[in-house]
């Protein structure tokens, strides 16, 4: 790689007697294949647990860490996954696994997302050819894949929670071993993390660590260096013990002297270190430290170990780190190779991708802009996933009416409850796994006051690699049963438009979703329009059977319909638009005339439209075979979406032949 590709170098920031920071400056690795040789293998390849790594000397771990940074970036152009997460998070993992006795100790990752070299000194290092497939290995960590996986995760924040509750567990239990959190910055956001640090400091747990990664590289190197040298000097024995003695000589002086110490004390506290809202909510701050200085990294876990031990936790330690750190394309944009797919190590390029049609987000975003622009009171929300959503896009139009209020999901809902109760209309948009976060704020402070919210729901249905967290299989079910809620899904990316605009033209709770991925390569109509609320849409009228499709099933549902008639039977497809409110008129004008009725969503089968369809069926006194096909009541895991889709059975034409059999076999028994 070029010396223009590399981030500048960072001039010398700790002390003469240290040796010089490596950050921003480390050169593209050389990825090796497996070398034939015996002695020239690298460390990381005969290392299958931790206890192995832990056999090593001291002097050994920093190689292993360049092993795990090397493979990573191999493994990993050629599959795809989560990259700078992992690439930022090496050194923190590695010693963690090399000071503290996992899985004895345990290690709770937030969300997951740099998991990978958690992955690699874990055994799994030979499983990363299958990552994301199906049958094949988690981006994320899982419970059942594991036994040094302790808690699973696809959302953020939830690492302290589960780990203060590790915590007593084994002091219930009389077990051994320390509970370590390594949380990033990023999900330090969430609230339920502060939530946990206020209930760890006030039991005063002591076998707690959390390990807070900081990659937004906020604090200047030069403070960085000299916090991480007093770092590591103060939580070293002596000093601790002298800190101990001054205590203890303090308790003895005057009333005034000790008042004015303790105000010295933290004058200085607050002038050399960030950590004083920790130390406010009852942990042991350590840091800033550099994350990526493997001997800095080491010293600090086993002093800390050692406060652990002797009865000082819960002890939180900063580590700044680098997203990308250690690959020059993903150090200047971490975003970027956040998560990828194949791509060249060398030049940092992504494999060619067949030219697609446009992404349901990036019609959401687009016409979002359209209207906003034509309307003053539009405003858009995001919950850290500006990208994810589209909304950059937004942002770079409109940036005074974008807001991103980190992964605070629960806030972000409010937020825009807020925005609403004075004349505003914003959008919230949020995948629909993550909106599940801040469901009672959806019932509570929007549809319980009837406030014009649109809920724009991105990733809804199937989302293939990513896996069980991240499936959006239950926002029908769960919006569905809110008073004032209208739900809605379009069949292709041109009705996205027009059921966007009829969402925000609503003067209440709206909640619109879609797929990942791209469209079907639907014609964009030039001007935006509302749909009357409610209004289905019959595509084709038949005698035999009713298909009624919702989403992106729609046009499967035409093709089945197709494919039906070609042997005679005569299948009517309707396009539902909504599952709330139901077009009652047309359903019910359906189920009077054909013989068998299908009901087909890429959502869960409990609960969702084709419990709402058999609802309105059952209130007008409707008695018909009915089949509902969705997705099962099991967790669906990562894979192909076509192949995921596979598993749940939402195979309409066996299910319309099914079905009319059972109805001829029926009639006929009636008839004998």
Not at 312 to 333: F, Q, R
Not at 617 to 641: F, K, N, Q, T, W
């Amino acid at each position: 790689m070029s010396d223009e590709n590399q981030p500048p170098s960072m001039p010398p920031s700790t002390p003469p007697s240290t040796p010089p920071s490596t950050t921003g400056t480390t050169p593209v690795p050389d990825v090796r294949a497996p070398a034939s040789e015996e002695s020239e293998r690298p460390l990381l390849y005969g290392i299958e647990r931790p206890s192995d790594l832990r056999k090593l000397g001291r002097d050994q771990v920093e190689e292993v860490a360049d092993d795990i940074r090397q493979e990573i970036l191999s493994r990993v152009s050629q599959t795809g996954g989560h990259l700078a997460s992992s690439l930022g998070a090496v050194e923190l993992i590695t010693a963690i696994h090399y000071v503290f006795d996992t899985p004895t100790d345990r290690l709770i990752l937030d969300v997951g997302h740099q998991g990978y070299p958690h992955k690699m000194l874990t055994g799994r290092r030979e499983d990363f050819e299958t990552i994301g497939q199906r049958g094949g290995m988690s981006k994320f960590l899982r419970r059942t894949e594991s036994e040094h996986d302790h808690f699973g995760a696809g959302h953020a924040g939830t690492s302290i929670s589960s780990a203060l509750g590790m915590a007593r567990a084994k002091m219930h239990q009389g077990e051994d071993g320390v509970v370590i959190a390594l949380i990033g910055d990023g999900s330090m956001t969430a609230g339920m993390a502060f939530e946990a640090l206020n209930h760890a400091g006030d039991l005063g747990e002591k076998n707690l660590i959390v390990v807070l990664n900081d990659n937004e590289m906020s604090i200047d190197p030069n403070v960085g260096a000299l916090s991480s040298y007093l770092s590591r000097k103060l939580s070293a024995p002596m000093v601790r013990r002298m800190k101990g003695w001054a205590r203890e000589f303090l308790s003895g002086m005057p009333g005034d002297m000790l008042h004015w110490a303790r105000k010295a004390e933290e004058s200085l506290k607050v002038f050399f270190s960030p950590g004083l809202l920790f130390e406010a909510l009852g942990f042991r701050y350590v840091g800033p430290i550099q994350g990526h200085r493997m001997d800095i990294v080491l010293e600090t876990f086993e002093n800390v170990k050692q406060m652990v031990a002797d009865g000082s936790g819960p002890v939180l330690i900063h580590a700044i780190t680098e997203k990308g750190h250690g690959y020059g394309p993903a150090e200047a944009d971490p975003l970027k190779y956040h998560g990828v797919g194949q791509f060249d190590v060398d030049s940092g390029k992504f494999a060619a991708k067949k030219k697609a049609h446009p992404t349901y987000t990036n019609v959401f975003s687009d016409t979002l802009i359209q209207m906003a622009r034509d309307d003053e009171r539009i405003v858009a929300i995001t919950a850290a996933m500006a990208s994810g959503t589209g909304l950059d896009r937004f942002q770079r139009a409109l940036p005074k009416r974008f807001y991103d209020v980190g992964i605070a999901e629960q806030h972000a809902v409010t937020f825009a409850a807020g925005l609403a109760a004075e004349g505003m209309k914003p959008v919230a948009a949020i995948y629909s796994t993550f909106l599940q976060r801040a469901y009672d704020q959806v019932v509570h402070d929007v549809c319980l006051q009837n406030l014009d919210v649109t809920f724009a729901l991105d990733r809804a249905g199937l989302v293939g690699a990513d896996g069980a967290t991240h499936q959006g299989l239950f926002d029908f079910a769960y919006l569905r049963m809110l008073p004032n809620a209208v739900v809605m899904a379009p069949k292709d990316e041109n009705e996205l438009q027009h059921l966007l605009a009829t969402a925000i033209q609503y003067p209440g709770p709206a909640a619109i979703r879609f797929p990942r991925g791209s469209g079907i390569g639907a014609a964009l109509d030039p001007d935006v329009k509302e749909i009357v609320l409610g209004e289905a849409e019959l595509l084709r009228d038949g005698d035999d059977a009713a298909i009624l499709a919702i989403g992106n099933t729609v046009h499967p549902a035409l093709e089945a319909a197709g494919e039906l008639a070609a042997d005679g039977i005569s299948s009517a497809v309707l396009n539902a638009r909504f599952v709330k409110p139901l077009d009652r008129e047309r359903i019910l004008d359906l189920a009077g005339r054909v013989k068998v009725l299908i009901t087909v969503e890429e959502h869960g089968a409990m609960g969702g439209f084709g419990s709402a369809v058999l609802e309105l069926l059952a209130e007008e006194g409707v008695v018909m075979p009915v089949r509902i096909l969705g997705i099962p009541d099991e967790l669906i895991e990562h894979g192909e979406s076509a192949a995921t889709l596979g598993i749940a059975q939402i195979d309409m034409q066996r299910a319309v032949r099914g079905l009319l059999s059972e109805s001829r076999g029926a009639d006929a028994t009636r008839g004998d």
